[in-house]
């Protein structure tokens, strides 16, 4: 099993199992500081957005596992990742041990899958093939 494979695996199982944490709250209540409830009941004052998170994490570690449409998951990832890497600096800084993971795991996988995006940091090139 090589790096990336395991890289892959492993963002998959973070994306499923903190999407299904969003959705079910499964893992139970955490202890989370004030300001970081007041951000998660202003997120649930919003309706849909919450559960439709969740949902796009789920799927987005579903297609990571499967090994179908990585690159795509692999996008999509790096914004999940993003937010909550910002939510934990902000605030919760203790719990950003798994967001650091995601980060880790999302970078060897870009890595691994660096020919599937080289077109999108290739514009001279295909500028000039389109002419």
Not at 24 to 51: C, H, K, Q, W, Y
Not at 94 to 122: H, N, P, Q, S, T
Request: hydrophobic residues 60%; glycine residues 10%.
């Amino acid at each position: 099993m090589n790096v990336g494979k395991v890289a892959r695996l492993t963002l998959g199982l973070l994306f499923v199992l903190f999407g299904l944490q969003g959705l079910t709250g499964f893992m139970g209540e955490r202890m989370l500081p004030e300001i970081a409830n007041s951000a998660i009941e202003m997120i649930d004052g919003l309706l849909f957005v919450r559960p439709f998170l969740a949902l796009l994490t789920i799927l987005t570690g579903i297609l990571l596992l499967a090994d179908r449409l990585v690159p795509v998951a692999a996008g999509v990832g790096f914004v999940i990742i993003l937010a909550a890497i910002i939510y934990h600096v902000v605030f919760h800084p203790k719990g950003i041990m798994f967001a650091l993971l995601g980060l880790i795991a999302w970078g060897v996988l870009i890595y691994d899958y660096r020919r599937e995006f080289r077109m999108i940091f290739m514009r001279e090139k295909r500028v000039a093939r389109e002419q």
